[in-house]
């Protein structure tokens, strides 16, 4: 089982405004990376460190922390935003864990 | 361009061995580390474990140690992931990636590896 836990499911409305959560007592200690893959495709990071988006990612995916949980906000979704979402961070041993992923639907 | 570049698919018997490959090309190879990730069908992401093409220093996850190895060839900016004996269970997609060791982050990844094995 991981270390860092992530609902398996969460939907919103085309436009809407939402937030996936990764929880993990690591993450008092580290941030947390996220990663965004669609089927059939690698994934693709799309937020690190406290909140960065690496290059060629829309502004509205935004990343925040606070205690034990990483939040990834998609701010606005959009149809093309419907994928599976992964957050990584170090566990208790220091190792990379990965979280359980996340499948966000665009409704 | 900045890439990582993956043998192709491989379908196998059980029982025997394979190694496949990740060539990073258009940054300096030896100066990131490299992670290996297993994705099993229809499952999520698992860590397998990362190598430091620069010295070849190697961690394993606790789940996949002694059951797989990781090495590098620096000489040709390639990383390898080897099985001695594949199990069924080992069907799965594998993929590399460049490890940013200081944020835990997996910044540039290979299309990954279609392992499948079979009898």
């Known amino acids: 089982s991981s270390e860092l836990t992530q609902d398996p499911a969460v939907s919103v409305a085309l436009g809407q405004t939402v937030r996936i959560t990764c929880q993990g007592d690591?993450?008092?200690?580290?941030?947390a990376s996220w990663y965004q893959q669609k089927p059939g495709q690698a994934p693709v990071l799309v937020i690190y460190?406290?909140?960065n988006r690496p290059s060629g990612i829309p502004d509205r995916f935004s990343g925040s922390s606070s205690g034990n949980t990483a939040s990834l906000t998609i701010t606005g979704a959009q149809a093309e935003d419907e994928a599976d979402y992964y957050c990584?961070?170090?566990?208790?041993?220091?190792?990379?864990?990965f979280g359980g992923g996340t499948k966000l639907t665009v409704l | 361009e900045v890439q990582l570049v993956q043998s192709g698919a491989e379908v196998k018997k059980p029982g025997e061995s394979l190694k496949i490959s990740c060539k990073g090309s258009g940054y300096s190879f030896t100066s990131y580390w490299i992670g290996w990730v297993r994705q099993m069908p229809g499952k999520g992401l698992e860590w397998m474990g990362i190598i430091y093409p620069g010295d070849s220093d190697t961690r394993y996850s606790p789940s996949f140690q002694g059951q797989v190895t990781i090495s590098a060839d620096k000489s040709i900016s390639t990383a390898y992931l080897q099985w001695s004996s594949l199990k069924a269970s080992d069907t799965a997609m594998y993929y590399c990636?460049?490890?940013?060791?200081?944020?835990?982050?997996?910044?540039?990844w290979g299309r990954g590896t279609l392992v499948t094995v079979s009898s």
């Open positions: 460190g406290k909140n």
């Open positions: 990584n961070s170090r566990d208790s041993s220091g190792h990379v864990v």
């Open positions: 690591s993450l008092r200690s580290y941030y």
């Open positions: 990636a460049r490890l940013r060791q200081q944020l835990v982050t997996f910044d540039l």
